[in-house]
């Protein structure tokens, strides 16, 4: 994230609810010194409710009803944490995440939404919204036709969504909607129900009016008034309670567990948490209006909070205009007792949510400030209490002899090399070029040991260089038990040992490992070796370095990112191991010089040349595409200038993209390579033959289209 001097405050974000992005943007167009923002969100894109209905219609696509938010918390400089909560800590202020290091907070918003109050397992909640989505596109793919949904929910959500699968199902499914008040839409104006029921009745929607429902149990939903209705699935759009965790937290929450909030957006419980949306009490019916509204108060408040200053009662209008699409390009709104209805009302509608989704999704970077001096040297190392914390969470394995040099604070980590081994080492160090922690911490570890694989070395040692942003003892602590517990769980899983290293403070966090492995003599694996009809392996899909560009450009989805975090993350262990049962004949890992640059280191050490086949390479989600607008990264100009001719179309460029954590290239003698392959397919790796070694041409590497 952009820096603005020391981090004085940690606001953390818990949920991307329409008040959270709200405040996200707020933040994008006037960052907030001092401030660090983190947003931890469930699902890399977050939809928009009022679009659901007409998503689930066919009226907008997937992307248009949803909010990316690695571009959002791009833009607004926040730390995206893209997982799930399962507990608030008030007393630690941290939130727990499974897996990973609790997340600390100064300040703590909540916007987690909430689901419908209904029986346990008695049928599909609409909210959480995206789960909601796959598992009706899984209703739609499983029931016969003519089955029979029940929508439970009388109000404005459940007879829009009653109305939107009308639509969708019409001629295939029969939708029954079932309002526990003498007719749906019972605190709407008369019109406002006249209306609404005649666009129910024209769409072929059943209803059941006056009555509730329990839990659907073996294709059976029975009613309150003591009769029961034959249903394939029950869809739940009743009234809203919060998330467990939330009641369990100590925060004072009304009866149905949501937070309860005073007119600023605070906890009238604890002062140093605010709430928002769905799973907010604040006295007012729930409604997605509110939920949007609440955005702009919340951001300020938040500002407030963090400079320690009063803050300011939001005061919204009493009524507030909604507007309820029918289907059929019609809609009905009302607002103070006056309704319409009709073209021009969904017209309204529909450029009102378009509007506010552009919002969001035009938002671009803003320049990042500068940041003041602080010392070097060892004046920049963190403080001893700092590193004590971090080191004392770190979990523990390997010999209690390498553990000497980290519990009893030696200057040097003392090893007894394995007799009859070679010592294999390798160093590799990275300034953060993702907002998490955590992440950050694996994928460094995973980049770091892949020297060793590369090799057919064992990982044996490793010793840490860390850097995090200045700011007080305890967010550095927090800060560098992250990385460290994130590096750990890859060095670890890898058999590698964390035995010491060095910490400092700095303008931004880095962290990098001095690996040492250990080889049986005679079964090292090294770039030269390539023999001409070999096959050329990748065992990892290309394009890391344009998609962590492009996400410091806000460009990417966050999708894109997952799948990019989740190669980085990916050990090249298994490849290796697969590789030496293979006997593979040369093999490096691809990493700063792209896969074009370390193919010609490999066939200069052996004396070969290569055909590379571009369009059998593996590539990431977004990739292409972004290398097609010319995103690259920094060192990608070096490369193409030491290959000529790797000039042309995206793919091209991803042949000399700088990896972070890139897969391993080998040679395999062609009687191993189609074993060699199904057995990385086997292991889970998406690896492909991307060429074949030549004789030593007039080109080290030659391009095959096709």
Same mark, same amino acid.
């Given at each position: ?22 405040? =996200?943007?707020? #933040? ?181 009016? *006056? ?25 739940? !759009? ?90 059929? *390009? ?72 390498? #553990? ?8 040097? !980590? ?227 200038? !030491? =290959? ?39 292991? *889970? ?22």
């Amino acid at each position: 994230m952009r820096s603005s001097g020391p981090i004085e405050t940690d606001i953390l974000l818990l949920g991307a609810g329409h008040a959270h992005v709200e405040v =996200l943007r707020r #933040f994008a167009m006037k960052p907030e010194p001092g401030v660090r923002l983190t947003l931890v969100a469930r699902e890399p894109e977050t939809p928009y409710s009022g679009m659901l209905p007409g998503l689930i219609r066919g009226d907008y696509t997937v992307d248009q009803a949803h909010m990316d938010l690695a571009p959002l918390a791009a833009a607004a400089g926040a730390r995206l944490i893209l997982a799930e909560a399962t507990r608030i800590d008030l007393t630690a202020r941290s939130i727990g995440i499974t897996g990973r290091p609790d997340i600390p907070f100064d300040l703590l918003s909540i916007d987690v939404g909430g689901s419908p109050a209904m029986p346990d397992g008695g049928g599909i909640p609409v909210k959480p919204i995206g789960r909601f989505l796959d598992q009706l596109q899984a209703l739609e793919e499983s029931l016969p036709p003519d089955s029979r949904i029940a929508v439970i929910g009388g109000g404005a959500s459940g007879v829009e969504l009653a109305l939107a699968l009308a639509s969708r199902f019409r001629g295939q499914l029969r939708i029954t909607l079932i309002s526990a008040t003498p007719e749906p839409l019972a605190s709407a104006p008369a019109r406002a129900r006249r209306v609404a029921r005649a666009a129910l009745v024209d769409a072929g929607v059943e209803m059941a009016s *006056g009555v509730t429902a329990g839990a659907l149990a073996g294709g059976v939903l029975p009613l309150s008034d003591g009769t029961a209705l034959d249903m394939a699935a029950a869809l739940w !759009a009743t009234g809203v309670v919060g998330p467990g965790f939330l009641l369990e937290s100590g925060l004072t929450c009304d009866p149905a567990g949501c937070v309860i909030v005073d007119a600023a957006l605070r906890s009238v419980s604890h002062d140093f948490v605010f709430a928002a949306g769905d799973c907010a009490a604040l006295g007012r019916p729930k409604s997605g209006v509110w939920a949007v509204r609440a955005g702009a108060p919340l951001a300020e408040n938040l500002r407030l909070a963090s400079r320690r200053k009063p803050l300011k009662p939001w005061k919204p209008q009493k009524d507030a205009l909604v507007i309820m699409g029918l289907g059929g *390009g019609r809609a009905v709104a009302w607002r103070n007792g006056i309704t319409v209805s009709g073209r021009t009302a969904w017209r309204l509608k529909d450029w009102i949510d378009r509007r506010w989704m552009r919002m969001y999704k035009e938002m671009r970077m803003p320049a990042a400030p500068a940041d003041p001096m602080r010392c070097g040297g060892c004046g920049a190392k963190v403080g001893a209490e700092v590193l004590a914390g971090a080191l004392a969470a770190l979990p523990r394995s390997g010999s209690g002899d390498l #553990f000497d040099a980290l519990e009893n604070r030696d200057d040097a !980590a003392v090893m007894r090399a394995p007799a009859g081994q070679l010592l294999v080492q390798s160093v590799d160090h990275f300034r953060a070029f993702l907002d998490d922690p955590f992440v950050f911490g694996q994928v460094a570890a995973a980049h770091a040991l892949s020297d060793i694989h590369a090799m057919g070395a064992r990982p044996w040692t490793a010793l840490a260089i860390a850097s995090v942003p200045y700011a007080s003892g305890a967010k550095m602590r927090a800060e560098l038990t992250a990385m460290l517990q994130g590096a750990t769980e890859v060095l670890n899983a890898d058999g590698c040992t964390l035995v010491g290293g060095h910490s400092a403070e700095a303008t931004e966090s880095a962290l990098g490992f001095a690996v040492t492995g250990v080889a049986e003599p005679g079964r090292v694996m090294r770039k030269a070796g390539l023999r001409a009809g070999d096959y050329l392996i990748l065992t990892k899909p290309l394009g890391t370095g344009v998609v962590l560009a492009g996400h410091m450009r806000g460009l990417v989805r966050a999708s894109w990112l997952q799948a990019a975090v989740a190669s980085m993350c990916q050990s090249n262990a298994a490849a290796a191991r697969i590789f030496m049962a293979h006997r593979a004949t040369a093999c490096t890992d691809v990493t700063g010089f792209g896969l074009a640059g370390h193919l010609t280191e490999m066939l200069t050490a052996s004396g070969m040349s290569a055909a590379l086949w571009p369009d059998a390479a593996p590539v990431l989600p977004g990739a292409l595409e972004l290398a097609g607008q010319g995103v690259e990264s920094t060192l990608a100009p070096d490369n193409r200038r !030491a =290959l000529p001719g790797m000039d042309g179309e995206a793919i091209t460029a991803l042949l000399i993209d700088p990896q972070t954590s890139g897969g391993l290239l080998a040679g395999v003698s062609p009687a191993r390579a189609e074993a060699c392959l199904a057995a990385l397919h086997a292991a *889970g790796l998406p690896a492909a033959v991307v060429g074949v070694v030549e004789p030593s041409g007039d080109r080290l590497i030659r391009l095959e289209r096709g």
